[in-house]
């Protein structure tokens, strides 16, 4: 992708009065210049284990380095992203008819609100990244039909995204909602309050409201037998994102379910992201110890 494919037409002046991301299809992407193409993103690296081509020399490199000590990572990405599935379609079966995807990272068919309008049409999302070049794909791939909406936000300012006018316009804050954080929080380190950023977008919403999160942990699967962490390759890994523009900050089980906060965990609690209600086979217990993503949903009451 070169550089100039990145460079949108400069906005109307109706669409500048909400900087740039607007919703549906007055999204104008953004500027070439402004995308840091010097260091690893973790969206653009997520992208490559999905065999994704929206990624640069520098992602494609770092992200070979972590397949290299740990080969299950793109099992675990396609794992992750079957849970974000299931647990949209439960969501939005159960009557959830709005939905902030934060992290969403580069679309990736089905999308979120690709798998909601499978039940409901007019299902409403709102999708956040830090990354500017998620951004110029998603005005091209995720908002390109109504009720849809991209903001270019950071999850360490959930009063900037709460307050965002896209999400303002599409969200009704008086109704229940889906708050994604899938493959997320493990990028904020523990002195930047992963809990309470997420208590601090709970406050904002409604009972009724839920949480779908997955994480990534460095522990084995409690009943792989004999099971254990590869500190080398878990060392291996945290190197890799070190240059990134975010550090790996892997949790155990334990402190995961604290990030739940004021969300009651619905059945089956926080598990190894194939076991949270599995439409299809189980894996092995030795798979499922690949599988380094937690995942479970939450309430609030």
Not at 190 to 211: C, R
Not at 282 to 299: C, M, Q, W
């Amino acid at each position: 992708m070169s550089e100039q494919d990145l460079s949108p037409a400069a906005p109307e002046p109706a669409a500048a009065a909400l900087g740039p991301y607007v919703p549906g299809p007055q999204h104008t992407g953004f500027a070439a210049a402004e995308i840091d193409t010097s260091r690893p993103h973790p969206a653009r690296m997520y992208d490559y284990y999905l065999g994704g081509w929206d990624n640069y020399e520098v992602d494609r490199v770092a992200a070979e380095r972590v397949i290299e000590v740990h080969p299950q990572v793109r099992l675990s990405a396609r794992a992750n992203r079957a849970f974000l599935r299931r647990a949209v379609r439960t969501l939005v079966g159960d009557g959830i008819r709005q939905i902030i995807d934060i992290g969403t990272g580069i679309p990736t068919s089905p999308n979120t609100h690709e798998v909601a309008r499978e039940t409901v049409p007019d299902t409403r999302v709102v999708y956040v990244d830090n990354d500017p070049i998620v951004a110029t794909h998603a005005g091209a791939r995720l908002t390109d039909t109504t009720h849809t909406g991209f903001v270019l936000g950071d999850v360490r300012e959930p009063h900037a995204i709460l307050d965002h006018p896209t999400v303002r316009e599409l969200i009704d804050f008086d109704r229940p909602v889906a708050l994604l954080l899938v493959a997320v929080l493990h990028f904020i380190r523990d002195d930047e309050d992963p809990a309470g950023l997420v208590a601090a977008f709970a406050e904002a919403l409604p009972a009724g409201s839920h949480l779908v999160l997955s994480h990534a942990t460095g522990e084995p699967y409690e009943a792989y037998e004999g099971g254990r962490t590869d500190e080398v390759a878990r060392a291996g890994v945290e190197d890799v994102y070190r240059s990134a523009t975010a550090t790996l900050n892997l949790r155990p089980k334990a402190g995961i379910e604290q990030l739940f906060g004021p969300f009651t965990l619905l059945d089956p609690g926080v598990v190894r992201v194939p076991l949270w209600r599995p439409d299809g086979e189980v894996p092995s217990a030795a798979e499922l110890n690949d599988t380094i993503f937690y995942g479970a949903v939450g309430r609030k009451d």
